[in-house]
């Protein structure tokens, strides 16, 4: 059963860079059929896709937040890792990482995405 | 930028039938979105329970239904629990872009 568990300082200063890291157990990330990705969430409102990442180092990113971001893949490690640059506290949310399967049927002849397994998130408040 | 919209909230009596849709401001949503149904419970990280506009996890209970319906995505609850009270997202993916798009949420009153 994979599991992911993100991790990181809870408090960040304004201005400054936010970084966490997912690391993933029960699994390999090294797998063709995955994509990792992150979503945030702040106080009271809902879900925002970051980004995502492929084993093999190609991301993807929120274009409203594109400028800001960097993802980046440690497979020997089996973690991926987000940052935010220039944060405000418009960045104060519960960060969550996420498995995304993308796999073929051959039977059905079907593409399928399935955003599976979540962590459990962890809270980021930017404040000075 | 793609926008996806759901109802705010709805409200459903127990052992009734409701169904949450989830529409694109561009335009139809269709299985080439693959939208993906979760449930979020305060203080809980969501939970997956439909993929690719219909198809089911293992652990997904059978009086939950993903379809596409008059060119939206729609999560249909069949016999409603007191616990399926909760907030639901719908997230919709723009393979060409490889971007998701996270609808607003759909809070869900059982009473």
């Known amino acids: 059963q994979v599991q992911l568990q993100e991790s990181g300082p809870g408090l960040v200063k304004p201005s400054q860079t936010l970084s966490l890291t997912c690391t993933v157990s029960g699994g390999s990330m090294s797998s063709g059929d995955y994509y990792w990705s992150w979503i945030r969430q702040p106080p009271g409102k809902g879900l925002e896709w970051i980004g995502h990442?492929?084993?093999?180092?190609?991301?993807f990113y929120n274009p409203s937040l594109k400028s800001r971001l960097s993802i980046s893949v440690d497979t020997s490690k089996n973690q991926f890792s987000l940052k935010v640059s220039s944060v405000t506290a418009a960045d104060t949310a519960v960060y969550y990482c996420?498995?995304?399967?993308?796999?073929?049927?051959?039977?059905?002849?079907?593409?399928?995405?399935?955003?599976?397994?979540w962590g459990q998130g962890t809270t980021v408040t930017v404040s000075s | 930028q793609t926008v996806v919209t759901q109802e705010p909230s709805l409200t459903v009596s127990p052992g009734g039938t409701v169904t949450l849709t989830c529409a694109s401001t561009?335009?139809?949503?269709?299985?080439?979105?693959?939208p993906n149904w979760f449930q979020q419970k305060p203080g809980q990280a969501p939970r997956a329970l439909i993929y690719?506009?219909?198809n089911k996890h293992s652990w997904t209970p059978d009086r939950f239904s993903g379809s596409l319906l008059g060119g939206q995505a729609a999560l249909t609850l069949s016999g409603v629990q007191p616990e399926d009270e909760a907030e639901y997202y719908c997230l919709l993916y723009l393979a060409g872009a490889q971007l998701w798009v996270f609808g607003g949420g759909t809070k869900l009153t059982v009473l």
């Open positions: 990442i492929y084993y093999t180092g190609s991301s």
């Open positions: 996420a498995r995304v399967v993308a796999h073929y049927d051959i039977l059905t002849g079907h593409q399928h995405y399935d955003m599976d397994v």
């Open positions: 561009t335009g139809a949503v269709t299985s080439g979105y693959y």
């Open positions: 690719s506009t219909s």
